[in-house]
């Protein structure tokens, strides 16, 4: 996801989207300790796209 793609969306999607997307990261790193996953470069671009949304939202806090 990129960060013009974040910007078109509200604040209170954007935390919606926070939050599928921990439990998302979560659910794959445990299922990665059991059985390796296929691609497991995926772990490392969930973990940015979170960063990416907490940037954004952290942005927005700052500019109210």
Do not use: C, F, G, W
Request: aromatic residues 2%; hydrophobic residues 35%; charged residues 40%.
């Amino acid at each position: 996801m990129k960060m013009n793609e974040l910007k078109a969306i509200e604040t209170k999607e954007l935390a919606e989207k926070l939050e599928t997307e921990v439990a998302k990261y979560n659910q794959m790193k445990l299922n990665h300790a059991v059985t390796p996953l296929e691609n497991p470069s995926q772990i490392k671009a969930a973990r940015r796209d979170i960063a990416r949304i907490k940037t954004e939202l952290r942005q927005r806090e700052l500019n109210k």
